[in-house]
């Protein structure tokens, strides 16, 4: 559907609805092209409101007849919603709507998928299923009857009621129309049972099509550790007795975390582990994780409008978190979280996209489903607790349940119950919610008699409407190592409220090495000059595993813009510092995995810009070959023994431990793999016997260019599977070299199995044509023109995964002009099409400035 001229939003024009909203109880009566929804909403007026304006939100819906108190009225439609005249006092309103979700490709509302009904109503769906006032502070007990000629009919809540050809379902707990939820079809369940710690008992449900039940047990296994966690660390317990997850094929996000009635994209909770890596698996178990802490974090206590989206997002992306950091390994999570963040938020936050964690306006709220709102937000929940202390954040978040459960949110309330428990004054904290940008802090130093003195900096670079930042308080982790590598002061927590501030460190014996930002303590850049010398110090001494992590990163990354720069041969001092660390039997494989990784060649691109040069990608990919050659080399002798230490002789199991051998073992085939040229990733390819080991074999096969055979017996082997296939896929791409790559994902999009509009296909594709730096910002420019054909051909089908698909082109004021131009033609070429969609329009005007 396209839509008439973009209005913006504004937060300070937030208003609370005329009316409250007593009950809810809709009717559906499903049929593939013309379901009928019949709803009857009890509203009263709102003593809280000044304006009476009855409006009710309302797209693409068929109206068949309304009433007010069983009298019939005729309101007036506009393509938003209607209005109408209604009485002063409490009335029922009664309406009957014709939708066709045979035909909704948005796959926003309720849509089909493989014969199979279901629903997405965040952010603003449910205005696509009735009318209805589709604002998160709007919140009503719902019933939902269903009447279908199917054999699986689900809502939220407790089954209430059921008959020939129908099923009831109420929720006994008031929520937003967001997370409203039906689902419907032939689906099988794999059934288990949890006991609360209060001893209520609940009926726990993974529905799936049928064929896929040898792909739930890891997910119910995920869900069960996700609710003992919620109780054991947060003190939150269910609150009905049927918790249904249902796995969905085409969904554009993730999963949604509707009240009782959980929607999964089936990439993001099938899993075995014939056909699921290590890294699903664990991706798995956090989505699933999130997904639950939502009862609590996002539907008990909900947002007042989606402003506000990071305090139900933010919130709960810290607690998955912290559930993965205490199932699994905490350093490595820590790391991996980092990575994450500076290959998905920084680019936002320092490029046109740059939005506050708590935005100020929008025009499509779906584009900021961003990784400024969940993973910075998270960000700062971490500051905050480190801030107050694990005991003040414990206390606040029991009085945040206590406080406003039952209600609907602002990030004033979220602080202040921390003002409330620790006394503490968290205006200038709260800067983190509305400046955009990331603050860049840098570092000074000095040593005389016994005392080191740290001279911190801060500032944070312009941003889309915010030329001028105020000081932020930014917790820097510090701590102090002496010249025998010697913990001399233990971490010890900076608070950075100043622009610039010095801190000092009396009664040394010697001049200390500073570990700075210790466990990545804030969400910013560091700006330090330093040697070589104390990096390679702190790679073999930090106590702190993360700055012990980074100072190899820097390392790397050092070298690497050497490379480019001027061309300077790789730092010995990093290949040896390496070494060391790889040697370390101490260290759990996982971590030494991390090790052995290098910056993503975009985040070189981004830092060669900082620092004024401007990025080729073609060099930037050379220097990184390069470098992998030369650490295989150099690392030559002790790979036949890294690569014994990683074999798992025990049954595959996905956790920590042998996921980490695994992972150990895969960057080792694929050094081993740069000295034999396929050799051992063709005997390893012939007896994998787990999907994360295939693929990393077939990976490293296609490196070397040698994989042929075995990606079509891969294709054979798999083709009825498709969250395989989307691998096979995505793999091609990903590892084509510079010059093929547009040719391979051209070759791909013509494959009879492409199904573009399921968005987990065309990710696979398109997504991984963008994740291939060199590759898709190739000198020809057709890297650029692929993809803005297919945006432009998914556009009208599904505007949401469009519009999220445009990110990639975010970046592109880092290049050459050449290469700028050739991305501007393609934003106006874009921008240019007739009835583009609301959600694109706003990303493209916005990445285009
Ligand atoms: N609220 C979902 C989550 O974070 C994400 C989502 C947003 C899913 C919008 C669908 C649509 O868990
Ligand atoms: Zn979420």
């Known amino acids: 559907m396209r839509d008439a001229a973009p209005t913006t939003v504004y937060l300070k024009d937030y208003t609370p609805f005329g009316y409250l909203v007593d009950s809810v109880s809709l009717t559906f009566d499903l049929v593939p092209n013309a379901t009928r929804v019949t709803a009857r909403i009890a509203f009263r007026p709102n003593p809280e409101a000044q304006d009476r304006t009855f409006f009710l939100h309302g797209e693409g819906l068929k109206l068949i007849g309304a009433q007010i108190d069983g009298q019939d009225v005729k309101p007036e439609l506009t393509d938003q919603g209607l209005t109408c005249d209604v009485p002063d006092g409490p009335f029922l309103w009664e309406s009957e709507v014709e939708i066709d979700p045979a035909n909704n490709t948005a796959l926003e509302g309720l849509y089909m998928s493989n014969g199979m ?62 997370l409203f939820a039906l689902v419907a079809g032939d689906l099988v369940a794999h059934s288990d049972r949890f006991t609360t710690a209060s001893g209520q008992e609940v009926d726990l449900n993974l529905w799936v099509r049928p064929g896929d039940e040898h792909k739930c047990a890891f997910g119910m296994e995920a869900l069960k550790k996700s609710m003992r966690w919620d109780e054991e660390v947060y003190g939150r317990e269910y609150d009905l007795d049927v918790f249904n997850i249902v796995a969905v094929d085409d969904f554009n996000m993730g999963a949604m975390e509707n009240k009782g009635l959980n929607i999964f994209n089936s990439a993001a909770v099938l899993a075995s582990p014939d056909t699921s890596t290590d890294g699903n698996f664990e991706r798995i178990e956090a989505i699933i994780a999130h997904e639950y802490f939502h009862n609590w974090t996002g539907n008990r206590i909900t947002c007042r409008d989606w402003f506000q989206l990071c305090l139900k997002e933010g919130l709960t992306v810290f607690r998955d978190s912290q559930f993965t950091s205490d199932l699994r390994s905490a350093p490595v999570k820590r790391i991996s979280d980092v990575i994450d963040l500076r290959a998905r938020q920084f680019p936002e936050d320092n490029g046109p996209l740059a939005h506050p964690v708590r935005p100020e306006s929008f025009q499509e709220i779906n584009n900021f489903y961003t990784a400024t709102v969940y993973e910075k937000g998270a960000e700062v929940i971490g500051m905050l607790k480190r801030l107050v202390g694990d005991a003040a954040y414990a206390e606040a978040l029991d009085l945040y349940f206590a406080r406003h459960d039952g209600q609907a949110c602002t990030i004033e309330d979220w602080l202040k119950v921390f003002e409330d428990v620790t006394g503490r004054d968290l205006a200038q904290f709260k800067r983190w919610y509305s400046q955009a940008g990331t603050p860049r802090v840098a570092v000074e130093e000095r040593w005389a008699e016994g005392t080191y003195t740290l001279t ?31 913990e001399v002061r233990e971490t010890q927590l900076l608070e950075l409220t100043e622009e610039r501030q010095s801190f000092t460190f009396e009664g040394l014996a010697a001049k200390p090495v500073p570990s700075i930002l210790r466990g990545f303590s804030a969400p910013v850049i560091l700006d330090r000059e330093t040697t070589t010398e104390e990096r390679a110090f702190l ?102 023994r890294l690569h014994a230490e990683a074999q798992v002789d025990a049954p595959y199991r996905p956790d920590a431990e042998q996921s980490g051998k695994r992972a150990l073992g895969s960057a080792v085939l694929g050094l081993i793999n740069r000295i034999d040229g396929g050799v051992l990733a063709a005997e390893e390819y012939g007896k994998a016997d787990n999907m994360t080991l295939q693929l990393s074999a077939l990976g490293a096969l296609i490196r070397a ?45 013509r494959h009879d199995d492409f199904n573009w509009k399921n968005p987990n296909r065309f990710r696979a594709v398109l997504g991984a044509l963008a994740m291939n730096h060199a590759g898709f910002h190739h000198e020809s420019g057709a890297g650029y023109s692929l993809l803005a054909d297919w945006l432009l051909r998914l556009d009208p089908v599904n505007p949401q995964t469009t519009a999220r698909m445009c990110a990639p082109f975010q970046t592109w004021k880092r290049y050459d002009a050449k290469r700028q131009e050739m991305i501007a033609e393609q934003l106006d070429r874009i921008a240019a099409a007739p009835g583009l969609s609301r959600d694109t329009t706003e990303m493209i005007s916005r990445i285009r400035g």
């Open 539 to 640: 790679l073999a001494h930090d106590t702190d595993p993360f700055n012990r992590w980074e100072a190899g990163r820097a390392l790397a990354q050092h070298t690497l813009l050497d490379m480019i720069v001027n061309g300077t041969p790789p730092e010995p001092a990093y290949l040896d510092g390496i070494q060391s660390v790889l040697r370390d039997e101490a260290l759990d494989p996982a971590y030494r995995a991390l090790m052995l990784g290098l910056p993503g060649q975009s985040e070189l691109a981004a830092t060669l810009h900082e620092r004024g040069h401007t990025p080729d990608p073609m060099a930037i990919w050379q220097a990184v070959e390069t470098l992998r050659q030369t650490m295989a080399e150099h690392l030559q002798d002790l790979l036949p």
């Open 456 to 486: 911190l900096t801060q500032s944070t670079p312009p941003t889309p409407d915010q030329p001028d930042k105020a000081p932020q308080v930014i917790p820097v982790a510090v701590g102090l190592l002496g010249p025998n590598g010697d």
């Open 117 to 178: 009904y279901c629903t997405q109503c965040e952010a603003e769906g449910f205005r696509k299923i009735t009318f209805y006032p589709d604002r998160p502070d709007v919140m009503s007990t719902f019933t939902v009857r269903i009447y279908g000629d199917l054999p699986v009919m689900l809502s939220n809540g407790n089954p209430s009621d059921s008959g020939d050809g129908w099923v009831e379902w109420t929720d006994p707990w008031p929520k937003p129309a967001y």
């Open 705 to 749: 260019g040698k994989g042929a055979g075995q990606l079509a017996a891969f294709y054979d082997q798999w083709k009825d599977d498709r969250l395989v296939i989307d691998k096979w896929f995505g793999l091609q791409v990903s590892l084509a070299e510079p010059a093929d790559t547009v040719k391979v994902a051209v070759h791909l999009t």
